[in-house]
């Protein structure tokens, strides 16, 4: 059983930034692929970036260039720098752990364990 606890979220104006995080039990977390995903109201969740063990990195296109998606494996956490931030970024953000080697980590179906959830909110 792995436990995903997201940090970070809040209140920002457009333009602004936060760093989201997700910690994580298990002793294997260098091998997770790990992945961030939102879902805004009364939309389906929606891949935004991810990175696997080996480091590789996915973004979606509506975030490349403005968020970036980082791993530190000593204290068992994934990040999500989100600059430039705009209304639109307004969404609950999810993390999520795929224990595997997931042939697609933009997909939600890929990931085994999520968290709970933290709410992005920005304002224009």
């Known amino acids: 059983q792995v436990q995903l606890v997201e940090s970070g979220g809040g209140l920002v104006q457009a333009g602004g930034s936060l760093r989201l995080s997700c910690a994580a039990s298990g002793r294997t977390f260098t091998r997770y692929t790990l992945g961030w995903f939102r879902q805004a109201p009364g939309k389906e969740r929606v891949f935004v970036a991810a990175?696997?063990?080996?480091?590789?990195?996915y973004y979606a296109d509506s975030v490349k260039g403005r968020f970036t998606i980082s791993r530190d494996n000593a204290k068992n956490t994934v990040y999500l720098q989100m600059n430039s931030l705009r209304p639109d970024d307004t969404a609950v953000y999810y993390c999520a752990a795929d224990l595997g080697i997931p042939n697609s980590p933009r997909t939600a179906y890929e990931y085994d364990y999520w968290g709970q959830g933290t709410q992005v909110t920005v304002s224009s």
């Open positions: 990175i696997r063990s080996s480091g590789t990195k």
